[in-house]
């Protein structure tokens, strides 16, 4: 038996990127179809690994599912929220600044176009059909990144109430957010190439928009 277990775990070793290797396969799956529609067989399979080898590493594929948002999407928010503070120091020190210093992070911040695909769309999913995964994302992704955010618009906005400042928020992160899911849509209505042009017309498109909008709350 213990000649097995050797067997079993050189089977299994990260000697070749195993581990990452499944990571890697079950976000762009879970992205692709959802926690429901990807199974176990179709990861390994994939992944070119042996079957048992997610319950190895991760003890089920729920495991899985929660090693990709920890190691992998939380670390693409974290990027977002330097790349945010980071603009907010080259931009124009005022509201508007705040404003492009937000959309600029995501809209062309620092993820790949890969990167940022899959990143949404897991997002998608979960507040589509929210599993346990919801809170880690709302708690340790979302919400220092829009503290960050409300903090700095705080600056040039003292007076505006904290339900009206959360809204404000929530509702410039609604417009981003939509430009990032429906990339495919915006371009077949527009007419325009998600390019470096349209992403930097699409930026100053929510900073005067959202400016607008701020103003009918003040």
């Known amino acids: 038996m213990f ?3 050797i067997c079993m775990k050189n089977k299994f070793s990260d000697k070749f990127g195993t581990k990452e290797r499944l990571i890697e396969v079950a976000e762009r ?3 692709e179809k959802g926690f429901k529609g990807v199974s176990v067989r179709e990861i390994t399979s994939q992944a070119k690994v042996h ?8 003890g089920s594929k729920e495991g899985l599912y929660l090693e990709v948002f920890q190691t992998r999407f939380l670390e693409r928010a974290k990027r977002l929220k330097e790349t945010f503070e980071k603009n907010l120091k080259d931009d124009d020190p005022n509201l508007e600044g ?3 210093a937000f959309a600029k992070a995501i809209i ?3 993820l790949t176009e890969e990167e940022r695909e899959i990143h ?3 997002l998608a999913r979960e507040m589509v059909r ?3 995964i919801l809170k ?11 503290v960050s955010f409300e903090e700095a618009l705080k600056i040039y906005l003292p007076s505006l109430p904290p339900e009206k400042m959360r809204m404000a928020v929530l509702s410039i992160l609604a417009q981003i957010l939509y430009f990032n899911f429906a990339r495919p849509k915006v371009q077949e209505v527009t007419g325009q190439k998600f390019d470096a042009h349209f992403e930097k017309f699409l930026i100053e498109h929510v900073v005067s928009f959202s400016l607008k909008g701020i103003e009918g709350l003040a």
């Open 51 to 58: 079957l048992g080898a997610i319950n190895y590493y991760f």
């Open 136 to 146: 880690l994302i709302v708690e340790e992704a979302l919400n220092p990144f829009l």
């Open 108 to 110: 062309s911040g620092p």
């Open 120 to 122: 949404f769309k897991l």
């Open 98 to 100: 705040v404003i492009r």
């Open 3 to 5: 000649d097995t277990f």
């Open 29 to 31: 799956l879970f992205a």
């Open 130 to 132: 929210p599993s346990s």
